[in-house]
């Protein structure tokens, strides 16, 4: 069976730290990878997503990047966090862009 | 940008039926309609996914007019475990297939009473 896991569960990181998360899937191969964000009380914006290795497509203009080194690792940096960058980051895989999303446990991030 | 547009909160009691209808108007011809369930602190959850007509799974069915600018997500009996936030889905007109996007809104707030 598929399983995704995130790392930290939570965050606490003050303003113009660096940022590392990272993800990783198991018992599939090839999968589409999807960074998210959610604000408390909003809905997910699609950060980053990933159809293959060193494949990345950014969806929002901000100080976040994403790498995607192996088939199944995607990972999140930042050089310098900004307040807003708090919020709730949610990893996700799919077996294609029709599939449904299976989402990891998220890293709640606090930039203070 | 594909748009969904659900109500904001709903309220039921336990043992109820509940519909949540969204409106999609610009979905494109060949795309799904999907549906997620999202515990607080948790990441969504998939519960259904259709394109017309009628779906049924072991947790909810999905109702699809023909027009296809509407759909509906019904839950049978629910329970106070249900209480969730409901999102409904459509993809980004501008990326199909493997680059298909889930274009997210707020969702529908359920709460469901004893």
């Known amino acids: 069976s598929q399983t995704i896991h995130q790392w930290p569960a939570t965050l606490v990181q003050p303003v113009g730290s660096p940022l590392s998360l990272e993800c990783t899937v198991e018992?599939?191969?090839?999968?589409?990878l999807y960074w998210y964000r959610q604000a408390a009380g909003r809905g997910l914006q699609l950060l980053f997503y990933?159809?293959?290795?060193?494949?990345i497509s950014s969806e929002v203009p901000q100080n976040l990047s994403a790498s995607r080194p192996q088939d199944r690792q995607f990972i999140l940096s930042s050089k310098k966090l900004l307040l807003s960058d708090s919020g709730f980051y949610l990893c996700?895989?799919?077996?294609?862009?029709?599939?449904?999303?299976?989402f990891g446990p998220g890293t709640r991030l606090t930039v203070l | 940008l594909a748009k969904t547009t659900q109500p904001i909160s709903m309220d039921s009691y336990e043992g109820q039926e509940v519909n949540i209808t969204c409106s999609h108007n610009?979905?494109?011809?060949?795309?799904?309609i999907t549906w997620y369930q999202q515990f607080p602190s948790q990441g969504p959850r998939f519960i259904i996914q259709?394109?017309?007509?009628?779906v049924t799974n072991e947790v909810a069915s999905l109702f699809i007019p023909a027009d296809r600018k509407s759909s509906t997500l019904s839950l049978p009996r629910v329970s106070l475990s249900d209480t969730a936030v409901y999102y409904c889905?459509?993809?980004?007109?501008?990326?199909?297939?493997?680059?298909?996007?889930?274009?997210w809104g707020l969702g529908t707030s359920l709460a469901v009473n004893p």
């Open positions: 996700a895989w799919s077996s294609s862009g029709y599939n449904e999303q299976f």
């Open positions: 018992g599939t191969s090839n999968p589409n």
């Open positions: 990933s159809v293959g290795i060193g494949q």
């Open positions: 610009n979905i494109a011809t060949n795309d799904y």
């Open positions: 259709g394109y017309k007509t009628k």
């Open positions: 889905l459509v993809g980004d007109p501008s990326n199909a297939g493997n680059n298909r996007k889930l274009i």
